[in-house]
């Protein structure tokens, strides 16, 4: 019979062994934080931020950043440069508290994503890292509430929004007027394609300096366009005032104008029309009620809103709406 050693049986380690262990230890996390902290104040030269959320943050990182088993000075440099910019964007963008608890979550993390790269493999590689330096600082994986349930949401930046409006108004004379009405539609109201080739004049009203777009359809709504894509908009609609439809007039059955009639999009250089709508939609995010975006961008529920931009939700709204399901059950008849 072979021996098996008993459920009290130990393997004892030499004292020696421990000490060593726990010197190298010191010393790695000690080198480790010199080099974090070399980084975030280089780092500091080119960012614009208060001083002394500056001591705050690198004297909340530090310590964070020195502990990690990173494998070189190279990757230490690095993962400082990006959980810094994290955790500045996170402090004083979204005003949010100093602490791994508020800091480090799901949809905080995607949202600063989102909003700040652009490029897919960026993107995928800042997350996964951040995702790894977030499990070993606090013991929790990062996992989304909705993960696999929406495709990917991306946005523009405000000098690409400029860019977009520009190219509308440089296109060829056939395409111009459909191209700005267009592109004002998508990224201005957040309209999808096809409720931008179902505006009729009638369905604009001007009203001083607002324009408001009548939606038509399913999900109708009346929608105010943000005020700098309106000189473009309104360019063009002088041009189909007696129009019926104010996109490619003209055309004939609705079948044909839902698969051709946002044709400008397709154009050489075009924007993209749902990354229009996506950024419109983060844009109100951050300006308004989460049940009036939900109405406004026509979805037909706030859960199909929140599969889709949960990582632009506002924490505080997301629990808002939870609390008002509470009071709804509890509602005495």
Same mark, same amino acid.
């Given at each position: ?16 062994? *421990? ?53 070189? %000075?190279?990757?230490?440099? $690095? ?20 602490? #791994? ?93 096809? %409720? ?31 005020? %700098? ?9 002088? $041009? ?5 439809? *104010? ?58 809103? #929140? ?27």
């Amino acid at each position: 019979m072979i021996p098996t050693p008993s459920a009290t049986a130990s393997v004892e380690i030499p004292s020696t062994q *421990i000490v060593s262990a726990l010197a190298q230890y010191a010393h790695r996390n000690e080198h480790n934080t010199r080099i974090a902290k070399k980084a975030m104040k280089n780092m500091r030269r080119t960012q614009t931020a208060p001083a002394g959320v500056w001591e705050d943050i690198q004297n909340f990182l530090a310590p964070l950043l020195g502990s990690y088993p990173s494998p070189s %000075e190279t990757y230490v440099t $690095q993962l400082s440069h990006r959980v810094t910019a994290f955790v500045l964007w996170a402090v004083l963008e979204m005003h949010t508290p100093l602490n #791994v608890t508020d800091l480090f979550t799901d949809t905080l993390l995607r949202r600063f994503l989102h909003t700040v790269y652009t490029n897919v493999n960026t993107r995928t590689a800042y997350q996964s890292m951040l995702q790894r330096f977030v499990l070993h600082s606090t013991g929790r994986s990062l996992q989304s509430r909705h993960s696999g349930q929406r495709g990917t949401v991306s946005v523009y930046t405000k000098n690409e929004l400029a860019n977009a409006r520009s190219w509308a108004s440089s296109r060829a004379l056939r395409n111009r007027v459909d191209a700005m009405a267009a592109v004002a539609l998508a990224g201005g109201a957040g309209l999808r394609t096809p %409720e931008i080739v179902f505006v009729r004049p009638s369905d604009v009203c001007v009203d001083g300096d607002t324009v408001l777009i009548d939606v038509q359809g399913a999900n109708a709504r009346q929608v105010a366009m943000r005020a %700098e894509w309106t000189p473009g908009f309104l360019t063009a609609l002088e $041009q189909r005032s007696t129009s019926e439809y *104010i996109v490619r007039p003209g055309t004939a059955t609705s079948r044909w104008r839902v698969q051709h009639g946002a044709h400008v999009f397709k154009l050489k250089s075009a924007p993209d029309q749902m990354k229009l709508r996506d950024t419109w939609i983060v844009d109100m995010l951050d300006r308004l009620p989460f049940r009036i975006v939900t109405h406004l961008s026509g979805y037909a529920s706030i859960k199909a809103l #929140v599969a889709r931009y949960e990582p632009f939700s506002r924490l505080d709204d997301l629990d808002l709406v939870s609390e008002f399901h509470d009071v709804m059950k509890a509602a005495k008849a």
